[in-house]
């Protein structure tokens, strides 16, 4: 079990590698990062968000050195990138298909967090 252990915390360092980078590339790009062009009120809210997916992406970092113990974080954690992801779907059905990388983070943001989610709790029930 250390080593699924171990795995585990591997793929979430990465995995919330993801929103810390993007988060930071929006901080530091702004709307550019993401290729939008938009007023300074649009500017303002993409840096607004991206210091709330570094947050996400630091609050799952800490869960790495004790992710067996950490599950109501974790959980939490995840609902909220879920939830941003099922808000990125429904726009789909309102804006049309988006970018590769849009859909990138769709997958990121709904079907990750959802199988980390069930990969910790069996490391949790193990530990």
Same mark, same amino acid.
């Given at each position: ?68 113990? !950490? ?15 099922? &808000?990125? &779907?429904?726009?789909?059905? !309102? ?26 709790? !069996? ?5």
């Amino acid at each position: 079990m250390r080593l699924e252990t171990r795995l585990l915390q591997l793929c979430v360092f990465l995995a919330a590698g993801v929103a810390v980078a993007a988060g930071l590339g929006g901080a530091i790009g702004g709307a550019r990062f993401f290729s939008l062009a938009g007023d300074v009120g649009a500017a303002s809210h993409v840096h607004y968000l991206s210091g709330l997916l570094f947050a996400i992406g630091l609050g799952f970092w800490s869960t790495i050195p004790d992710i067996a113990h !950490r599950t109501a974080r974790f959980r939490l954690l995840a609902a909220i990138v879920v939830c941003g992801g099922l &808000f990125r &779907f429904a726009a789909i059905f !309102r804006d049309g298909m988006p970018g590769h990388w849009a859909l990138f983070g769709l997958v990121n943001e709904t079907a990750v967090p959802l199988l980390l989610c069930l990969w910790q709790a !069996r490391v949790a029930k193990a530990g």
